[in-house]
């Protein structure tokens, strides 16, 4: 099975500033790679799929790079509401879903 | 609107059971993979269950053989049942939509607390 694994574990920025966010995987996955974001007391939302594809409605600050096994998560310009837990996700027919354990940015 | 929204969630005893369901609007559960996620309080998220537009469903290890994913087309709703409750089974459960292979619909979530 695919393992994600994400860091760091804590990111804590200043708004304005940028947040690089890794997210590693075990064994290529393609581009087949997610990137939600999680504020506390929601559910996830849908960020980036395809590594790099931004989903409806979501702003230009957020990009997503990487291919295989490694990828990036970008926010330039950290804004209040950006402040929140991003995981990443992989998927597989019959494996199903992995999730990455996550990473929070919280204000420095 | 196109959402969804999970209900059925609630306290039982370890080794009881809970049917979780998630109806669908705005869009069918027949022509869409559907797929449960959970979080334990203060945790990650774990996925739990699949079930394509096929019929095929895939199940978490930490699941199979006590959950079982479901769909009833004229209720346009996913369910998943889940037996054999454990301590470790308390979570939020979130119903979402996978869009190929991604989540691009999510409920709130119902939570399962599972306590004597």
């Known amino acids: 099975d695919i393992v994600l694994t994400q860091s760091p574990g804590t990111l804590s920025l200043s708004p304005g500033e940028r947040a690089t966010l890794s997210c590693r995987a075990s064994q290529s996955v393609s581009s087949n790679l997610a990137w939600y974001q999680q504020k506390p007391g929601q559910a996830p939302r849908l960020l980036i799929y395809d590594a790099s594809s931004r989903a409806a409605g979501i702003p230009d600050r957020f990009s997503g790079s990487g291919s295989e096994t490694d990828f990036t998560l970008t926010i330039n310009r950290l804004e209040p509401e950006d402040f929140a837990v991003y995981y990443c996700q992989q998927y597989g027919r019959s494996s199903g879903l992995t999730f990455g354990p996550g990473t929070k940015v919280d204000i420095k | 609107d196109v959402q969804v929204v999970e209900s059925g969630g609630g306290l039982v005893q370890p080794g009881g059971s809970l049917r979780l369901s998630c109806a669908a609007s705005?869009?069918?559960?027949?022509?869409?993979?559907m797929n449960w996620v959970r979080q334990a309080p203060g945790k990650g998220l774990e996925w739990v269950s699949i079930i394509y537009k096929g019929g095929d469903t895939y199940y978490a290890d930490s699941v199979k053989g006590r959950f079982t994913i479901s769909r009833d087309y004229s209720k346009n709703t996913v369910y998943l049942q889940t037996n054999s409750l454990r301590a470790e089974d308390t979570a939020v459960y979130f119903c979402?939509?996978?869009?190929?292979?991604?989540?691009?619909?999510w409920g709130k979530g119902t939570t399962v607390t599972v306590s004597s």
């Open positions: 979402a939509r996978v869009h190929y292979g991604y989540l691009d619909i």
């Open positions: 705005g869009f069918t559960v027949s022509s869409n993979d």
